[in-house]
Protein backbone atom coordinates (compact mmCIF):
# COMPACT_ATOMS: atom_id res chain seq x y z
CA UNK A 1 0.00 0.00 0.00
CA UNK A 2 1.19 3.38 -0.49
CA UNK A 3 0.32 6.44 1.91
CA UNK A 4 -1.81 8.86 0.39
CA UNK A 5 -2.49 13.01 1.68
CA UNK A 6 -5.15 15.08 -0.10
CA UNK A 7 -4.98 18.57 0.04
CA UNK A 8 -6.63 21.34 -1.33
CA UNK A 9 -10.36 21.43 0.59
CA UNK A 10 -12.69 24.06 1.43
CA UNK A 11 -15.79 26.08 1.12
CA UNK A 12 -16.72 28.39 -1.58
CA UNK A 13 -20.14 29.90 -2.73
CA UNK A 14 -22.22 28.38 -5.48
CA UNK A 15 -20.13 28.46 -9.17
CA UNK A 16 -17.03 28.57 -6.96
CA UNK A 17 -13.88 26.32 -7.82
CA UNK A 18 -11.18 24.29 -6.19
CA UNK A 19 -8.23 22.71 -6.67
CA UNK A 20 -7.35 18.95 -5.09
CA UNK A 21 -4.50 17.28 -5.07
CA UNK A 22 -3.60 13.61 -4.10
CA UNK A 23 0.39 12.96 -3.14
CA UNK A 24 1.33 9.51 -2.75
CA UNK A 25 4.45 8.64 -1.27
CA UNK A 26 6.23 6.37 -3.63
CA UNK A 27 6.04 7.23 -7.49
CA UNK A 28 2.89 5.63 -8.63
CA UNK A 29 4.12 3.20 -11.21
CA UNK A 30 7.13 2.20 -9.17
CA UNK A 31 5.12 1.42 -6.18
CA UNK A 32 2.91 -0.78 -8.23
CA UNK A 33 0.05 1.77 -7.80
CA UNK A 34 -1.15 1.88 -10.90
CA UNK A 35 -4.66 3.88 -10.74
CA UNK A 36 -5.69 6.82 -8.72
CA UNK A 37 -9.04 8.30 -7.96
CA UNK A 38 -10.87 10.31 -6.31
CA UNK A 39 -14.22 9.22 -4.61
CA UNK A 40 -16.39 11.25 -2.33
CA UNK A 41 -18.76 10.75 0.61
CA UNK A 42 -21.99 12.81 1.35
CA UNK A 43 -23.39 13.25 5.00
CA UNK A 44 -25.78 10.35 5.14
CA UNK A 45 -24.42 9.17 1.52
CA UNK A 46 -21.90 5.83 0.84
CA UNK A 47 -18.89 6.73 -0.85
CA UNK A 48 -19.00 7.66 -4.75
CA UNK A 49 -16.44 7.51 -7.58
CA UNK A 50 -16.08 10.66 -8.61
CA UNK A 51 -12.68 10.65 -10.93
CA UNK A 52 -9.92 8.76 -12.24
CA UNK A 53 -6.69 8.09 -14.00
CA UNK A 54 -4.97 5.23 -14.82
CA UNK A 55 -1.28 6.11 -14.73
CA UNK A 56 0.21 3.67 -17.44
CA UNK A 57 -2.16 4.45 -20.03
CA UNK A 58 -3.65 7.61 -19.23
CA UNK A 59 -7.20 6.94 -19.76
CA UNK A 60 -9.42 8.80 -17.06
CA UNK A 61 -13.14 8.53 -16.33
CA UNK A 62 -15.49 10.95 -14.36
CA UNK A 63 -18.95 10.36 -13.51
CA UNK A 64 -21.76 11.63 -14.84
CA UNK A 65 -22.93 14.73 -12.78
CA UNK A 66 -19.62 16.22 -12.38
CA UNK A 67 -18.57 15.90 -16.73
CA UNK A 68 -18.21 19.58 -18.13
CA UNK A 69 -17.43 20.61 -14.52
CA UNK A 70 -14.43 19.03 -12.55
CA UNK A 71 -10.94 17.39 -14.81
CA UNK A 72 -8.68 14.66 -13.39
CA UNK A 73 -4.92 15.06 -14.00
CA UNK A 74 -1.65 13.82 -12.90
CA UNK A 75 1.22 15.84 -12.15
CA UNK A 76 4.10 13.25 -12.10
CA UNK A 77 6.90 15.13 -11.04
CA UNK A 78 4.76 15.25 -7.66
CA UNK A 79 3.31 12.10 -7.45
CA UNK A 80 0.02 13.72 -7.73
CA UNK A 81 -3.32 13.01 -8.76
CA UNK A 82 -5.17 16.24 -9.37
CA UNK A 83 -9.07 17.28 -9.19
CA UNK A 84 -9.90 20.29 -10.87
CA UNK A 85 -13.83 21.15 -9.62
CA UNK A 86 -15.19 24.51 -11.58
CA UNK A 87 -18.68 25.51 -11.31
CA UNK A 88 -18.89 23.88 -7.59
CA UNK A 89 -23.01 23.23 -6.51
CA UNK A 90 -24.15 22.72 -3.09
CA UNK A 91 -24.42 18.71 -3.75
CA UNK A 92 -21.11 18.47 -4.72
CA UNK A 93 -20.52 18.84 -0.58
CA UNK A 94 -18.57 16.18 0.38
CA UNK A 95 -15.70 14.53 1.68
CA UNK A 96 -13.33 13.64 -0.58
CA UNK A 97 -11.06 10.85 -0.61
CA UNK A 98 -7.86 9.64 -2.53
CA UNK A 99 -7.54 5.75 -3.71
CA UNK A 100 -4.67 4.25 -5.50
CA UNK A 101 -4.68 0.89 -6.36
CA UNK A 102 -2.29 -1.58 -7.68
CA UNK A 103 -4.46 -3.93 -9.88
CA UNK A 104 -3.29 -3.99 -13.56
CA UNK A 105 -6.45 -4.22 -14.75
CA UNK A 106 -8.02 -1.02 -16.48
CA UNK A 107 -9.70 1.60 -14.47
CA UNK A 108 -12.66 1.01 -12.40
CA UNK A 109 -14.66 2.91 -10.36
CA UNK A 110 -15.40 0.27 -7.86
CA UNK A 111 -14.42 0.92 -4.24
CA UNK A 112 -13.12 -2.70 -3.78
CA UNK A 113 -11.03 -2.21 -7.01
CA UNK A 114 -8.82 0.50 -4.59
CA UNK A 115 -6.22 -0.79 -1.44
CA UNK A 116 -4.87 2.79 -0.57
CA UNK A 117 -6.82 5.19 0.64
CA UNK A 118 -6.37 8.95 2.40
CA UNK A 119 -7.65 10.56 5.23
CA UNK A 120 -10.15 13.04 3.31
CA UNK A 121 -10.81 16.59 2.24
CA UNK A 122 -13.66 18.24 3.34
CA UNK A 123 -15.31 20.72 0.62
CA UNK A 124 -18.56 23.00 1.49
CA UNK A 125 -20.53 24.45 -1.33
CA UNK A 126 -22.64 27.21 -0.17
CA UNK A 127 -25.43 28.37 -1.93
Known amino acids: QVQLTESGGGSVQTGGSLRLSCSAS??????????MAWFRQGSGRGRQFVAG????????RLTEDVKGRFAVSRDTAKNALILQMNNLRPEDTAVYVC??????????????????WGQGVQVTVSS
Open 99 to 116: AASGSLWPLQTTLSFYNS
Open 26 to 35: EPARADGQHT
Open 53 to 60: LHWSTGDT
